[in-house]
């Protein structure tokens, strides 16, 4: 639905007594290591009677492969979140000469070989 350099709009039908799943793929590690934390939260899309729905410039970017695109929903809209939940750490970068190798490639990989050059 829409997507910044921060932040991304999925729809997705939920029930208070049910359970979803939501995959992400394609994300890229920020730039400096650490750890990491999301902010999560639902909106509705429900009318909210007295609030203007809209501030963006139209016509919308439609969401293609990269780029900022869509319209964020309006901060009234939001139900229910959860800030700054803790999630794994990004590991820094370390130069090695490109006949060095990991086998497996996958972090956290039990019995790993690593191969220095």
Same mark, same amino acid.
């Given at each position: 639905?829409?997507?910044?350099?921060?932040?991304?709009?999925?729809?997705?039908?939920?029930?208070?007594?049910?359970?979803?799943?939501?995959?992400?793929?394609?994300?890229? /590690?920020?730039?400096?290591?650490?750890?990491? *934390?999301?902010?999560?939260?639902?909106?509705?899309?429900?009318?909210?009677?007295?609030?203007?729905?809209?501030?963006?410039?139209?016509?919308?970017?439609?969401?293609?492969?990269?780029?900022?695109?869509?319209?964020?929903?309006?901060?009234?809209?939001?139900?229910?979140?959860?800030? /700054?939940?803790?999630?794994?750490?990004?590991?820094?970068?370390?130069?090695?000469?490109? *006949? *060095?190798?990991? /086998?497996?490639?996958?972090?956290?990989?039990?019995?790993?070989?690593? *191969?220095?050059?």
């Amino acid at each position: 639905k829409a997507r910044s350099t921060e932040s991304i709009v999925g729809e997705l039908a939920l029930v208070a007594t049910g359970r979803a799943t939501l995959q992400l793929q394609g994300l890229l /590690n920020p730039t400096k290591p650490g750890p990491a *934390s999301w902010s999560i939260a639902t909106f509705t899309t429900a009318t909210i009677p007295g609030v203007t729905t809209t501030t963006t410039v139209m016509p919308l970017r439609p969401c293609g492969a990269t780029g900022a695109c869509g319209q964020f929903l309006i901060p009234e809209a939001r139900r229910d979140e959860s800030l /700054n939940v803790p999630a794994f750490g990004v590991l820094g970068y370390i130069d090695v000469q490109s *006949s *060095s190798k990991v /086998n497996p490639i996958y972090y956290g990989a039990k019995a790993a070989t690593v *191969s220095l050059d």
